[in-house]
């Protein structure tokens, strides 16, 4: 019964998708009132709708009905609950599912927080959205239905794939489709800006702070994801260019393009056609993502040819929505202007080096993504592209980015003077070569590569340093306090060194582990020990016993330094019960300067084993660095002119009960 | 420098930028792709001596020998068979009678020295280039089976 009203919902969802895609936008074209003030009510009814059915496949996991197909492929009795849940977008459906809820969310959301968009702008918003939303429907119900019954039900089912049974993949696929989607968002107001033909800098003041949202989001979940591999693939790695990987990082790297061109066009109105090609690109690369890791298509191009129907599907929305928006910007951008005029040297010429850089990284990933499957499905053999490709593009692609991104936030807009940075620089670039020769020698061993990643880290340091000197330092005649001065600079102003210092820390983090990591792949009996850095590392034997779903053989490691315990680790080599595959689960002692990491292998005598033992400088610095990009997201977007906007619309909105609302809407729109 | 000509000599930096962006990744990109051969295609020497390749199919029952960290097995996609030596500890979904891929280099002995052993897999346990080289490597069994039961036709006659 319940599968069944999940059903429903979707079913009444995708009428009402086609009611939100018609009505507001036909409003629009034609300043019909009532038809645009449909968008608002559409857009929630399908919220609760989409959730309506996912509680209903939530009620059917939990409940573990293996009546149901999908719960019947993704869960098992004993699967504990917190995975049940983490089962719901564990497999294909449930996560296309996962999907459609964080758009239909996204389109609340933008019903919500609009009440400063002039009526018409918001019915094409949401219409563009519904679209999106009738598509992702129209998947599901034909291809991909999460409530399908089986028949007859299954007595347990297969089980949730061990890997992902993990308490960072409960959070990292919601947190990754928060991001995914949210660009739906920007991409809406582009099309909806293209549609309507009024591209100025208030829509840019509109789109910024969801694109900045979406970004966080995303980054979150990409960081969650490289923390997931890194703790349970079992082999140390935390990135691994994989095409999944890929999936997730291309619409990362156009979305950070897209914010930073954001900025030039709500404070300059400039980039204004860059910008939102920038927005059709982000998104589009979100539902290629979507596309790559949903399809089928990565594991094998013939699997994906086999059982078409899901593949073809995307392939046509992608060719719709990609192609569709594209031609919409061919034939609209022209009438939208360059915008204003800069020089050579100014903080616009610097953030459109960022923008091309970072479009550039997105297309060669996209080259060294799509490429093999390009050959594969044309039958002329197979390739791979390794890790090597990326290390040796993305290096000489971001370490220009990275330069940049000390002297951009200093030049001024319009027209910055070389020598005036110059002078504000030099001591920056000074201590930055200094700090990195000496920290390397400190290290012992000079590379290059490492004091060239540190040299990078201590110039987006020392500049970021500058720049706030600049801003806080004393005036003479001013007599504030230095507090005072530091609390007059306004979050967004704090958000981007705090994103821009976690790049620095990023880039400690990757330099180090790459320069100084120590890996071992050992055989050892009880009481033997090795070496690595500073530590040794003493194997005490294996011990067996059970956990709820798995049975498990756990090693028991010594960590010594200087003689002395550090540390008792126990890494473990799980089976689990329904699928029976082995599972290693690392053991890792984490800490500020290093993580020690230790994975067993196989036995290969009858009390040794195989052992891998890490030492990792450093890597937390990785994902530190990620959160600390996210954190100057929120801090970006809890700024005072977004809140001082919503006071303006409430004020407004009281008004246009009096005032008819499209006025109202014009009215705060200037 | 006037600044029409100034501006003429930025844009030709950008472009020679832009060019150079994309030289090097072509350049990089064409050094690193890593072809995938299978067994047949090494024992009629297709692949190439040195140069990192892939190798799929199926590892060989009973083929496995472990010394420690160092282990070796063969690999075959039903009709040819590479020997494979690796050091290091083997995936957890490695097993005999399973798909494998390898990525390493071949030497003059026609041995094969991987650097990575990979068990990615579908439900099928088999990795989409193992698959490949298996339902190649049957397509060539069943085409020897027919000559042979053509002969065998035309001598009874």
Redesign the interface.
Known sequence: MIPEIGNLALVLCLILSMVQIVVPIAGAQTGNRAWMAMARPAARAQFALVVLAFACLVISMLGSDFSVKYVAETSSRLLPVQYKIAAVWGGHEGSILLWLLMLTFWMTAVSVFSRHLPEAMLARILGVMGFISFGFLLFILLTSNPFERLIPAALDGQDLNPLLQDPGMVAHPPMLYMGYVGFSVAFAFAIAALLGGDLDAAWARWSRPWTTVAWTFLTVGICLGSAWAYYTL??GGWWFWDPVENASFMPWLMGTALMHSLAVTEKRGGFKVWTVLLAIFAFSLSLLGTFLVRSGVL??V??FASDPRRGVFILIFLVVVIGGSLGLFAWRAPKVGLGGRFG?VSRESMLLGNN?LFA?AA??VL??TL?PLFLDALGL??????P??FD??FV??MAPALFLMGVGPISRWKEASLPDLRIRLQWAAAISVVMAVVLTFIKGSFSFAVAFGLLLACWIVTSAAVNLWGRIRPVPGVSTSLFSRLGGQSRSYYGMLAAHLGVAVFVVGVTMVKGYEIEK???MDIGDTVAIGPYTFRFNGVSEGAGPNYQYQRGNVDVLRDGALVRNMGPEKRTYLVQR????NAAIDSGFLRDLYVSL??P?GPTSW?V?VYFKPFVDWIWFGCLMMAFGGVLAISDKRYRIEKRKARAAAAASAAMPAGVAGAGVAE | MKPRS??LA?IVAGVAG?AL?VA??LN??RS?????FTPSQIASKEAPVGRAF?VGGMVVNGSLV?H??DVSFVVTDTVKQVPVSY????P??FKEGKGVVA?GHLDEQGHFHATQVLAKH?ENYMP??A??ALKKGGEANARIAKTLVMENGGKSQ
């Open positions: 079992g082999w594991t094998s013939h699997a050579m091309v550039a297309g060669s080259l060294g490429y053999g197979k390739i791979s592209v390794g090597p490709y040796t593009v000489p692609l792949d050992v055989q595959n082995p599972m290693t292998g196989e290969v195989t891998r | 100034k501006r930025w832009l962006a090097l990744v990089a990109f690193n792709l890593v072809f995938f892939r472990r420690g960290t050091t290091g500890i083997l957890d979904l990525e579908d989409p280039e698959a490949e």
